[in-house]
């Protein structure tokens, strides 16, 4: 059930991606510079394989086959830095519109944030810290996901309230970064108790 749940909320952020790629040089007159084209289809690669594969790494019947892990793991940690990293490039050179500026800073917290999760995610497993590893590799998961979040939150805001302008759009971004990091944490800290009680379990997602 989690990985469906996590698959149907990559799937929004993949779908956007994949529009966003075939208006990348569509129209010349728009056509961003060339650098911020490359760092925006490198974004839009990276955060679809991460999102999707990573979904699997949550499940617990691949999770007890550790060739699979650890064969996935070895994908999805350069996939994440080159997501991340493409969108701290794009927020620090960020090229639109002044009222979007927040916008942009917003994402480039939390860029920085899930970068900053996957090296401490990788220097854990370096020490053989399964626990410290699972708990920040959820982090920045969960700020790769946020993108069908969000998309769920301005739907449910437009409802009731109708079009969403630029600093609402920016409110709501942040509110989806919050809430998929509320629920990363709390979900890494009762697995955490949990093994501190001894009780076995499979996965930071169970």
């Known amino acids: 059930m989690a990985i469906t749940g996590l698959l149907l909320l990559s799937a929004l952020p993949v779908l956007g991606g994949v529009l966003r790629l075939g208006e990348v040089g569509a129209v010349p007159e728009s056509r961003p510079p060339l650098a911020s084209s490359v760092a925006i289809v490198a974004h839009i690669v990276a955060t679809s394989v991460y999102c999707i594969l990573g979904a699997f790494q949550f499940s617990p019947a691949l999770r007890i086959r550790r060739g699979w892990h650890r064969t996935a793991g070895r994908a999805l940690i350069p996939a994440g830095f080159l997501s991340g990293l493409s969108a701290v490039w794009l927020a620090v050179f960020f090229g639109g519109p002044s009222d979007e500026r927040a916008l ?87 697995r955490s108790d949990r093994l501190t009680r001894g009780v076995p379990g499979h996965g930071a997602l169970r």
């Open 104 to 190: 942009a800073m917003i994402r480039l917290v939390f860029a920085v944030a899930m970068t900053l999760f996957l090296v401490l995610g990788a220097l854990a497993i370096t020490r053989r810290d399964f626990t410290g590893h699972g708990a920040w590799m959820t982090r920045a998961f969960a700020i790769a996901v946020t993108g069908g979040t969000q998309a769920l939150v301005v739907v449910v805001w437009a409802i009731p309230f109708g079009e969403v302008d630029v600093v609402g759009e920016t409110w709501l971004v942040a509110t989806g970064f919050v809430i998929n990091s509320v629920v990363a944490e709390l979900l890494t800290r009762r």
